[in-house]
Each structure stands twice: as C-alpha cells, then as structure tokens.
C-alpha cells in the first residue's frame, strides 16, 4: 500500500511555543490529507481536511488560528501547534488520500506532542 | 459522528478465526464500509473495505448483509500480532472524510 510519513515522531516543547509536524505522501501525490488528534486511550477525531493549493477546512470545535494547517504541495501537508499549552499534548496522525486505484486513505505513523 | 456500533472488546485464541461485528444502521446505499486497525501508539492499517458485496484480501475477508446494517471482519487465522483496536467506519457521502468510532479491542490470546 501507499506510504505516508510524518515529522519527527516524538516532540517535547515549552509552554508556548509553536511546533510543526510534516506529514509526507511518499510514493504517490495527494490532493487531500487529512489532520487527527488522539488522546489516550480514546479514539481519533478528525481536525481538519488539508486541500492542495487551498484553505483546509475544519471541523466543529477546532480553532483554525491554533491549528494551522498548510498544503503547500502535491506530497506535503504541514500542522503548526501555536502557543502550545499541556492541554494540546497528544498524538497527531495524518492521512492522505490516494486517488488512484484503491479509493481509500492511508495514515502516517504520528507524532506525540508533549508540553511542558 | 461515528455511524457505526462495535463491542467495546473481544478475545480469541491464536489461530482461530477472529469475526468482528459492525452496525451500521443507518448507512446508505452509495456508503463504504471501510476497515482499519490500531496497534498500541501506531498510525491506523488499513485492512480492507466494501459496497455491498463480500470481499477478500490477503489480510481478512468482509462479510456484508443483504440489507447492509451490518458487517463482519474476519481474520481467519489470528496471530498474537493482530492484537489491536479494529474499527469499522463508513464513508461519508460525496466525502473522503472518516469519523471514528471506539472501535473493538481484539485481545489474541496464546
């Protein structure tokens, strides 16, 4: 299947600083990646649908000015965590869609944000 | 927003076969059923997914009802490396979008 990486795997920052994840299609172009946050021992929720060459799109509840979110290439969605606080400490996954053949969307391995 | 209902947890012994259950009640008739694992502090799999016929792969086969409020995963021969949280999820309409539900933990048991 299609492979989908992220950037770093693990991430421990201060209190207000902002951090960035990269969430890469490897071996084919997406047009659409998607952004989930999964807290422990609960399930994921959908953040935000990440559109090539546009503004992504967020879901209820999930603050666009927190949570920014660039796709700024065929193969590279970018999350940026402003101001982070400890309620933002997480795991992050990303997915992307693969439009050719298979019609399904293949998930990055995530990244734990930690904040101190 | 999930629309589907799984149990919360299952066991099964290695090497049998492992059949998760999915209600999807509600799902309508250009929806898919799409299936996906967890392992502990991993991206989600992707196993496999169906319309309305039953479907096979190298992984696990999909069994769909006539009337399509439900389907059943199967893993024919489970190893203690299929230990996961399965969830089942169906497409949104006109979207790519996936809402997870809370999924089955599968505990395979030596």
């Known amino acids: 299947g299609a492979v989908v990486s992220q950037h770093p795997s693990r991430v421990i920052c201060k209190s207000g600083t902002s951090v960035k994840i990269e969430c890469r299609s490897l071996?084919?172009?997406?047009?659409?990646m998607f952004w989930y946050r999964q807290f422990p021992k609960q399930s994921l929720m959908l953040m935000a649908t990440?559109?090539?060459?546009?503004?992504?799109?967020?879901e209820q509840g999930v603050e666009k000015d927190k949570f920014l979110i660039n796709h700024a290439s065929l193969t590279l969605s970018t999350l940026t965590v402003t101001s982070a606080h400890p309620e933002d400490s997480s795991f992050y996954i990303c997915?992307?869609?693969?439009?050719?053949?298979?019609?399904?969307?293949?998930f990055g391995p995530g990244t734990r944000l930690l904040v101190l | 927003d999930a629309k589907t209902t799984q149990p919360p947890s299952m066991d099964c012994a290695e090497g049998r076969a492992a059949n998760l259950p999915c209600n999807h009640s509600?799902?309508?008739?250009?929806?898919?059923v799409y299936w996906y694992r967890q392992i502990h502090s991993q991206g989600p799999q992707y196993i496999i997914h169906?319309?309305?016929n039953n479907e096979t792969n190298e992984m696990a086969s999909l069994i769909i009802t006539e009337d399509r409020k439900s389907s059943t995963l199967i893993l024919p021969h489970a190893t203690l490396r299929d230990t996961a949280v399965y969830y089942c999820?169906?497409?949104?309409?006109?979207?790519?979008?996936?809402?997870f539900g809370s999924g089955t933990k599968l505990n395979v048991k030596p």
């Open positions: 999820i169906v497409r949104v309409e006109n979207f790519n979008k996936f809402y």
């Open positions: 997915s992307a869609r693969d439009p050719a053949g298979v019609e399904t969307q293949y």
């Open positions: 509600t799902i309508s008739g250009n929806e898919y």
């Open positions: 990440s559109n090539e060459g546009s503004k992504a799109t967020y």
């Open positions: 071996d084919f172009q997406a047009t659409t």
């Open positions: 169906g319309l309305k």
